[in-house]
């Protein structure tokens, strides 16, 4: 009797633990290649990563770029803020020479992504260019890769709320 609930416990611990592998992380919620969110003030990111690699201005605002390692590849995370000090956006970038490889990086991104929040009404799907936006609640995610003979990246983007267009403000 003993070495059945020990298989059954083993059997069931081992269906839940494949359960939560077979869906990932839920992407839906904080970025995952972060531990910040859109409540990181500057002074915070400084605090933990101290002085960025570079810093640029942006069409969201001044933008601090870190070497950031996710997904086993040694990409970078910029994170912008306004003028007001919030943050507006962060995002991940990979590139390579290959862009095969930028393109295999995108599609399993793509597909947790699809397996989190369902499939997304805006997508691009051309030879240079892929790119999709999930429209939330919590802040747009889009998630773009181009590939060209002289630039090949994936970008991962988490946009705020405030920064994000919602779909009934494109239709207007």
Known sequence: MNAKKIITSISILTITVMGFVACGKDLSS???FTTFNFDTTYDDMI????????EKESYYGNAYNYSSDYLDLQGNVQYA????GHMTNMTWAYFS?????????????????????????????????LADIWRLDS??????????????VVMFTYLSPEYS???????E
């Open 30 to 32: 904080d970025p995952p």
């Open 47 to 54: 605090k933990e990563l101290g002085e960025p690699d570079s």
């Open 81 to 84: 803020f306004d003028e007001d």
């Open 165 to 171: 267009t919602s779909s009934e403000e494109i239709e």
């Open 97 to 129: 020479e290959d862009g095969e490889e930028i393109t295999d990086i995108y599609n399993d991104l793509h597909k947790q992504l699809q397996n989190s929040l369902g499939k997304t009404k805006e997508a691009t799907n051309t030879v240079t260019n």
């Open 139 to 152: 802040g747009n995610i889009e998630l773009a890769a181009i590939v060209t003979s002289d630039y090949n």
